[in-house]
């Protein structure tokens, strides 16, 4: 490791924590809906990561549409942005369960997830088409923040915008894990995802759930897209690729199927992509979260948290 | 009356068949049960009334509705409930969810009353509310898949290899739970067994199930009085 001349090594260190951390809560979010649908159909929704990036352009196309009517006030605009963008990724989810793996269901194992790469380049072509190619910039709505260990010569900058990205993603995540934990829709949920023939023989309507999970986990990327767009403040068609293959890693990572370990990994997949840039040439940051991939897959295929696989009798 | 009556029903697997020309009655407030060998049929006899296979050829008429071609989850919020075979219960649920589960997916409302009621059934549920259902002992698991049966507050069960991998004191136990429930509630029980001496001393009725075809029926007692079905199915077992 070097150190960044002038500058403290420990103000630096608490830096990238804290662009880790937010950046993580991002990879969080996208990992829950591959590991939500990884649980309940084994399958692996690679069309995920442009539902994320179909959730970011319509979080900038609120957030100009409100900005044209006025509603300028940041909580309210975030606040309906939020609705707007997760309520429309949500039916896109909805849409390409539907029309792409449903149909599939029951047939060989490689078909949904050559249907889900096929979805993957139907969305960003058709965002490419819809939106154009260029990337797209957007302003920064929530300049400032608090300097922290501020020594007259370096601060650790902990900006508005990194604590509301925070504090959404947790919001968000507790809402999410009453669901899941509390509530009989996330009750049959886990029971889809332990046992799907078990769960239909008991009455629950399995079609039914499998389509919520991917509403739900389309939501959840789409909340991400927003962050994102706060965050980067620049997006374009092309931005679901990379965020979902590495917040697939997370959910690896994490151990494909945990809830807590996609929002742990995520948050590592964050930390270790940060902690690269930082003290490591910033070109190969992405070669940081490919190679934990391959490391994960080598050392611990069942991730952090995840389940030895049990062949079922 | 009739509640389950089962009419030159066929079931196929791909081409092979399964269940060949298959008729059965189910009396309401009976127990009546279905014994064979292993692969005879007797478990996808159970699916094909759950519409799971569905049935290639025949009916099957629940409480005046055929229900043939109906799909599972339609038939399952009739008040039929199952504890299938290898007992299915979700093992990363705790054991109140469990039953919570099998209330509220047949839309019972007065969940802690009918939770007190299967409780009471099995004592050692009451135990174990709040662990995880995978980490029950096999007599308490067949427990679980019951009582989560129960919880729907079915009029017609049906019952999968209750006794399968039991110690025999256990499966006294569950039997007569089950005894208990016909009598006091009036409970209409369709038992597939392979435990055959237990369920036909257990059941009003019987039916003998051998590659896929019913081959006898009659009382319990009558059936387990006839020389071939010693030879066949008690001999060295019971």
Redesign the interface.
Known sequence: MTNVPGVPALAYALQQLINGVTLGMIYGLIAVGYTMVYGIIGMINFAHGDIFMVGSFLSLIALLGLASLGITAVPLALALTLIFAAGLAALYGWTVERVAYRPLRGSFRLAPLISAIGMSIVLQNFVQVGQGARVKPMEALLPGGIALMDDGNFAVQLSWMQIAIVVTTLVVLAVFTWLVTKTPLGRSMRACEQDLKMAGLMGIDTDRTISLTFVIGAALAAVAGLLFLLYYGVIDFFIGFLAGVKAFTAAVLGGIGSLPGAVLGGLLIGLIEVGWSAFLPVEYKDVAAFSVLILVLIFRPNGIMGRAEVEKV | MSLLSLTGVSTFYGAIQALRDVSLEVNEGEIVTLIGANGAGKSTLMMTV?G?PQARAGSIVYDGTDITRMP??LI??RRI??A?E?R?I????TVR?NL???A???GQSNIAGVMDEVCALFPRLRERLAQRGGTLSGGEQQMLAIG?ALM?RPRLLLLDEPSLGLAPLVVRQIFSAIRTLNRETGLTVLLVEQNAHQALRLAHRGYVLVNGAITMAGSGLDLLARPEIRAAYLEGGG
């Open positions: 759950c799971s599972t989850l399952m919020r409930a199952q299938p290898g299915r979700f093992g990363r649920m969810e919570i589960m099998g509220e997916v047949a989560r729907a």
